[in-house]
């Protein structure tokens, strides 16, 4: 069964990857390709009614009683997208749910290795040794993607930037739902397009674990980390706490700069993370507190290397707090407030400081906090009509020392910032006999940009085995406060989205789907010199379409998945973004991507082995700077990224594993390029790495 899998992945793939090159030609424009292809679709939307889902599952069920509920494809309920649960057939969104066995099985060493199977994501290498995400051919970082973790954004405030790499204990996650695309504008903020939500261990589950890992390379070690959790419920109220720590080298290879500086990765990256992540839920309250220190050392800098390694700190103390009041059955009002203090990229090195030498813009010692709350009722409002109905608002400050003054960005004399943003949104489900229609819009007014309005409009119909989702809407970027300050007439950047999903159910435990995305960014916020200002600037546009294939098998055994990724660019006005030799690539990031993963169980899946593949076609890049100064771009090699997971369960006793792992198994190398023109070297990643964890849990 597994080889009949695999064969009918790749043939499947082959075919429709095949297909999909016709219909993403850069030639091709948005409103003419896409339209063609969605008008008979949208006809065939309301041809006649559609079968009942539940009345399917049913039915699978009955013929299935030895089967989990987390087995069956169609039955794993998302909220990302929505605040009713919803299946992945059904959810107004390009959503993906990966689920605490996936993580455990695979041996994921942090959310990169787990992002890097989600199709569409990639990553690539910012400035002072940052990791970011990409998604669709679009850099997603400095607030383009938004990570939640129990209910808490995470993106820093300065910038909205949000750094990755042996970052949080992924053993101790629970789900992860990520939406892609249109599904993204409930969110409003940095979910301009993409929404990473990641629930930890909830609380109530009377048990204690912990686990611990050490890893290696060919030159150095690769990481030394123990994370641990503890779940008890004392009468009504239930509590969980985790905590991880340890340190992590980002590489052993050799950091080759543009300037002739040439080092070592290993001790001169390293990443040292502290993560204390505490909830609680008390009769339909619920609390958490996160404290996130993300250390590294490093000698990265802006374009060029520090001639020792310095500190940077990426601080956080954020905690929220919310109720669900139940007004009626049906209707819930839930009223929530945050709080959230960062110091973002703090680096306070003297050497940092010596105006003297070309590195005083890494010195940095700013703080931000934000003080948020919102009131949100949401219930089924008719039979066939849910609806959600929410206000917020919050206030952010950025502050920096009077020492730092001089050398800072701030614009005036005042060593403080404050900006306040209202917003309202309103979403609703209605179900008919023909169709499923989620409409719905937001509404932001900042204090300091104009007015930013998102409405989104999707379609959804399942028959029998086969469902389709047409879906539109509009997202936008609010100004993060370096933004603001650095260009007090900054815009929003507005995308439009636009999307097709077809899907079908070949079996009760095997699924497949093909997404079709057109994209459009305008008045994007870029970095940049014109004229010889150094600030943030709004470009006209950029943009990308393409296309998303994905197939999904679970069963007793394990699973199988299998995903393809092409995009291309259009309408790209940004001329740092743009590879030279081709109007179809951006900097940094492959127009193909293809991953293979799967899980095979023996003895009663007391031994798993979990073997993975990723491979990205050719990127473009900067790659030499030439004797006037100015960039010269490369295209380097397709590589593909091989790793295999071996898990062994109960072993001496129960709730006692042991895992080993080998990474890059073929010794890719490979390479995190800056996907814009910043002059910056390409970061190297690890060479191939060995990793033993060891993991124990147990009631209490």
């Known amino acids: 069964m597994c080889f009949a899998s695999a064969y009918l992945i790749f043939t499947v793939s082959t075919i429709l990857a095949g297909n999909a ?58 909220q990302v997208g929505s605040r009713k649960p919803m299946g992945k057939k059904d959810i107004p969104g390009t959503v993906t749910l990966i689920k605490r066995e996936e993580i455990i099985r695979s041996g994921a060493r942090d959310l990169i290795d787990v992002l890097s199977l989600v199709p569409g994501f990639s990553f690539a290498t910012d400035v002072q040794g940052v990791i970011a995400t990409a998604t669709r ?11 939640i973790v129990d209910g808490i954004p995470m993106n820093e405030l300065l910038y909205g930037t949000m750094a990755l790499g042996n970052r949080f204990p992924v053993d101790q996650i629970e789900r992860i739902e990520i939406v892609r695309g249109p599904g993204a504008s409930f969110y409003g903020g940095f979910a301009e397009l993409a929404v990473v939500n990641i629930v930890t261990r909830k609380p109530g589950a009377n048990e204690i674990s912990a686990s611990g890992q050490v890893g290696t390379m060919r030159d150095a070690y690769s990481r030394r980390t123990v994370s641990g959790s503890i779940a008890k419920t004392f009468g009504g109220l239930e509590m969980v706490g985790t905590v991880y720590a340890g340190e992590s080298n980002r590489s052993d290879a050799v950091f080759n700069g543009f300037q002739g500086e040439s080092f070592p990765m290993a001790g001169n990256n390293v990443l040292k993370p502290l993560n204390v992540n505490i909830g609680m839920s008390y009769a339909g309250a619920r609390g958490r507190f996160v404290y996130d220190r993300y250390n590294s050392l490093q000698r990265d800098g802006l374009d060029i290397a520090t001639p020792v390694p310095v500190e940077m700190d990426m601080h956080t103390v954020a905690g929220n707090l919310e109720y669900d009041w139940k007004l009626t059955d049906k209707l819930t009002l839930t009223p929530h407030i945050g ?39 949401s219930g089924d409002i008719l039979p066939a009509l849910f609806a959600t109905l929410g206000v ?78 047409l879906l539109y ?50 008045d994007p916020i870029v970095y940049g010199v014109i004229d010889g200002e150094e600030k943030y600037f709004n470009y006209a546009r950029t943009g990308s379409r393409g296309v998303e294939l994905e197939f999904l098998l679970k069963d007793t055994w394990g699973y199988l998945n299998a995903s393809y990724s092409y995009y291309g660019a259009h309408d790209n006005d940004i001329p740092q973004y743009a590879a030279l030799a081709t109007s179809a690539s951006l900097l940094g990031i492959a127009n193909h991507k293809l991953t293979l993963n799967g899980s095979f169980g023996l003895f009663g899946n007391g031994l798993t082995i979990s073997p993975s593949l990723v491979y990205y076609g050719k990127r473009y890049g900067v790659g030499a700077i030439d004797d006037q100064g100015v960039s010269v771009q490369k ?49 190297p990643g690890s060479t191939r790495e060995f990793l033993l964890r060891v993991a124990f849990t147990a009631p209490i």
């Open 473 to 522: 809407g509009q997202t936008f970027r609010a100004p993060a406060i370096e933004n603001i300050d650095l260009n007090p007439a900054i815009k929003p950047e507005r995308t439009s989205a636009l999307e097709l999903e077809l899907g079908y159910q070949l079996r009760y435990n095997m699924y497949i789907s093909a997404n079709l995305f057109n994209t459009t960014i305008s």
């Open 137 to 147: 051919g679009l850099w997603a970082d400095e607030g383009k993607a938004l990570f």
């Open 21 to 78: 090159m016709k219909l993403v030609k850069p030639k091709i424009r948005p409103a003419a390709g896409i339209i063609s292809m969605l008008l008979p679709v949208a006809l065939l939307l309301f041809a006649g009614p559609s079968q009942g889902q539940a009345q399917g599952e049913e039915a699978n069920l009955n013929d299935l009683k030895d089967l989990s509920l987390d087995q069956l494809l169609d039955i794993d309920l998302v």
């Open 392 to 469: 917020e608002g919050y206030t952010d400050k950025g502050t920096v020392p009077i020492e730092e003054m001089e050398s800072a960005m701030y614009t005036g004399s005042s060593t403080s910032v404050s900006y306040q943003n209202i917003g309202t949104y309103l979403q609703s489900f209605w179900t008919t006999p023909y169709v499923n229609v989620n409409a719905g819009f937001r509404y932001d007014k900042n204090s300091a940009v104009p007015a930013a309005f998102a409405p989104w409009l999707g379609f959804t119909r399942v028959f029998n085995n086969l469902n389709i989702k």
């Open 635 to 683: 295209v380097s090699d397709p590589v593909a990224l091989a790793n295999v997971y071996l898990l062994v369960n109960n072993v001496a006793a129960k709730g006692l594993s042991i895992g080993l792992g080998v990474y890059d198994l073929f010794d890719a190398r490979y390479q995190f390029l800056q996907p814009y023109d910043g002059q910056h070297a390409p970061l």
């Open 339 to 377: 709080f959230l203090r960062e110091e973002p990229y703090r680096s306070t090195d003297p050497i940092l400081s010596d105006t003297s030498l070309p590195y005083t813009a890494g010195f940095n010692q700013k703080t931000v906090q934000r003080v948020s709350g919102s009131l949100e009722v």
